[in-house]
């Protein structure tokens, strides 16, 4: 587990200017480390801050509190957006390639995660804009970088890679169906129903076959109740089919463990047979049996 | 299957008092042993006495049913309050420590489910909390401690266990999806189509997700609906692709072992191949094969 | 596969009357066996005219259809029940125990099926429970006996039995979890919002817990969208964490199959190591490899 | 991985025309061909086109896009049906069969792709049907032929096609429940409820146990939501039941090979026991392990 200053990752580059003891290097450590007890006591508190700061922003959205609370509310923003902008500051200030470092994933976030209030005190009428700070959140994912090296999720990571070209074909003729069978429910069904077009009977489509079922937008002919009922059936069954047939299976072979299904098996050297399932040496003779039904 | 008494269990602190033989010892051995049929009888008489004790809280709070049955509903209330009450009693009078009892989990079960009639009788108004009444479900509980010494749900609670760290990841990275996607839509319908603030937001993106869709709030504009149908196929991928996937990892397995995908494999003594899938010996010459694909 | 006149099944107790070779005998084999032509063209027959006669049931329930043609749609239906009875008569006369047939599930179900519109013709405004008359679908169940003798489903249904343990103990978690939750709702929430007594909360519950969401009670304060929303997560989340947990244990697997996990097992012969995944003889010198890390 | 010029398929009957090196051959390559850059090029712009022809359907059918720009609406449409034409023309010219290939599954739809625009120019009033243009999307199929040839593609395939018996009785049982749960709700709830008809019901069926939970008719009285309860838990549980069944068998195995339940089995020379899971070798005296508890 290799501390972030060694790394020189592309995804995050956050190589440490200035030579080591200096106070670069020292900021650096606390900034970007997780090795040193200030290194960690960092990481917490900007989580921390992060979490509250994202608290403001979720309690100003609603009307009861933020009206009430508006001036409360600014200063608290404020506050949090100077000190995200020092760490900013001082981030840039201790890396080797500000630059790379300011373009990169993380470097675009911690500046989405400033601008928004600064943008809404010069441009006015942006304060539509500003809940871009809700991408603070992703800020968080920096202790999640930790996940990356703990086995189950590397592997799980991997799973999910090599799967990633039957997730695209599924993906696929999952929008597929959801288009043509949406046009047929357009053409059934019609604006007067409520599907008013192509994009909106796609919409449908995807609220009942994710089986969501709003019910803003519902079939009133009997054709297209129909049809709708075999989209439901079939969303549904995507879901239901498979995990049948891997219980299936896993029973059988749990089944064919406990019960004996090698019974007919007989032995090469004496023929006998009654084996229990699984056995792997003759009951009467103590030769080898083969793991399937390979006879000699 | 030890019987209570013997237990020393910080979590049922329920070690006897008195002396064995002594009329607490055997009250004691029916309220809270298992092994005596005087135990077992009161078990089952318990369970029945708060099964039927639910059924008047939950029948009292239909207006037809409670209305018009006020009396009979109170007088069965106060019934089934001594008789508790008295059961209560019981219980702390034969335990060694009965402080150590009162606030042990069963403990604070076993007086809440008495209280709330005394509270309510004391202090006027308080009848809406009354129904905490509805805890006693919880003490049927005890007969289920049963349960923790069969094997199937001990490797249950196991592997629950074992897998707390990836359940929590999975459910903060739900959570965070459900803020920021949240938030997208907050920004992107507003107020005026129901999304009144960033938590009503995340309660809605929390419907969509878990592909419950009330319908009580739903998007208007283009941009929300195509948002929100992203966020269907993403709560219901979340079940169906790794479905997907063990089904075809399962079947995989299953050709592999019978359509004989080993015919390359060449065996190391005579250089035959052509073996039945899962074979562990040569067909032609007997020897040993390797599981997987190991040449010599 | 025996055919059904030599079954003495108590659950099906269709045993021939009279001697091989009478009528009786000839009958018999017709109805109930499925070895003969006759017997295969006579089950063909029935199914067909039991879907019919189900069609019938279900055409006549649409206004628009059974208002029209009212008086087709009851002669269509003296006609099958005539025909039914009949073969109803048929198979009392041609088992040796009448009774025991008559009182059996398929007896009853057969009975169940002619009766109804007896029913209604004796005892006026009874009309209402003729549709009673569904249930003659159960009895395309005779031909799906055959499954009986399919070694999936055989495997299918000791697993379901073997299971039933597991099922009901989570089946009354889920009740459990629906009652007390639902209790709480209708204590947050109050009759004042859809929520007006404890069982329409439990309803409420079920409808959200399985993620149907109709949407005709919803939560109005927050603390009540705040429960809402666990049990929702929970609802979705008993489906998508063991699928995760599985998918995660089994591309965990294949990936040990696939990187050789075992390239630090120390053969107890030779000490080398470095071998295959599933290896099982030591590549350097030919002795058994244990099949986990047991080292001597 | 066979061009398709030399596939002599009953389901893609394109043996190419004339003689190799001529024109015709030459267009085949381009048209059918994956092998050569023009045919790859040639099938990436037909994709595009297909993609960008259906837009405009999609486009058009929004009343605020379709209303205002109707008239280029209507010139992109006849210049992608002019191109499909000429298209369809040369895969006809370049076909040794072009009958056989016109009523293939694949020559159906290319037709389907271009005849809706002519027949709505013939027949006025069949605006309606012209959306069947929005099949041109499975013409996108013929890039997916190559996923025929991927390995996992075919076995999950075969997997399908080998549980369709399955499939259709699991099918075949739902809708059984479908029908006879619709019809008793249509019996206890009644038309007045909105159940109008049995049909209607089962719609209302289908809509509950798939979990999609529209709202457009819901219970109302006491029996009706007891009834829609189970059915709830019904629909909901077929995707739980199983899914927790495999994952208790599949973390009982993973703490098998971790755990050691063989620790109980005695070894048939020596006797001693305690044995780790998995082990095949006892490991006090060296004498091979039976893999499951045979005994001798």
Redesign the interface.
């Known amino acids: 587990m290799k501390s972030h200053p060694r790394q020189r990752d592309a995804f995050y580059p956050v190589e440490c200017a200035g030579s080591p003891g200096g106070w670069r290097a020292r900021v650096h450590e606390i900034i970007f480390g997780i090795d040193t007890p200030a290194g960690r006591a960092f990481d917490i508190g900007l989580v921390i801050a992060i979490l509250l700061s994202?608290l403001v922003?979720?309690l100003d959205?609603?009307?009861a509190i933020?009206g009430r609370h508006a001036e409360a509310m600014l200063v608290l923003e404020w506050l949090f957006t100077l000190l995200f902008t020092v760490e900013y500051a001082a981030r840039l200030a201790t890396v080797r390639h500000p630059l790379r470092y300011a373009v990169s994933f993380y470097g675009l976030i911690d500046l989405l995660s400033v601008l928004p209030t600064y943008v809404s005190l010069l441009v006015p009428g942006s304060e539509?804009?500003i809940?871009i700070r809700?991408?603070r959140?992703?800020r968080v994912f920096r202790i999640?970088k930790l996940?990356l090296y703990i086995e189950?999720?590397t592997?799980?990571a991997?799973?999910l890679a090599?799967?990633r070209r039957?997730?695209m074909?599924?993906?696929s003729v999952?929008l597929?169906a959801v288009?043509?069978l949406g046009?047929v429910m357009?053409?059934v069904e019609g604006?007067a129903h409520g599907y008013?077009?192509?994009?909106?009977a796609?919409?449908w489509a995807?609220?009942?076959?994710?089986?969501?079922?709003?019910?803003?937008i519902?079939p009133h002919t009997?054709l297209g109740?129909a049809v709708?009922?075999f989209m439901?059936?079939l969303?549904?069954?995507?879901?239901?089919?498979?995990?049948?047939?891997?219980?299936?299976?896993?029973?059988?072979r749990?089944?064919d463990?406990r019960h004996g299904t090698r019974s007919l098996l007989a032995c090469e050297h004496c023929g006998s047979s009654g084996?229990?399932?699984?056995?792997?040496?003759c009951?009467d003779c103590g030769a080898?049996l083969?793991?399937?039904?390979?006879q000699?």
Chains 1, 2, 3, 4 share one sequence.
Request: hydrophobic fraction near 45%; charge should be positive; charged fraction near 15%.
């Open positions: 994202i922003v979720v959205s609603v009307p933020g539509a804009l809940d809700i991408l959140l992703l999640f996940t189950e999720y592997k799980l991997e799973a090599a799967s039957k997730i074909v599924f993906i999952v597929m288009l043509i046009t357009y053409v604006p008013t077009s192509i994009p909106t796609m919409y995807i609220v009942t076959m994710t089986t969501v079922g709003y019910g803003d519902t009997a109740k709708a009922s439901m059936l969303g549904w069954g995507i879901l239901a089919v498979p995990t049948g047939i891997v219980t299936a299976e896993m029973t059988a749990r089944n463990r084996h229990e399932s699984g056995a792997r040496f009951k080898s083969p793991e399937t039904g390979v000699r």
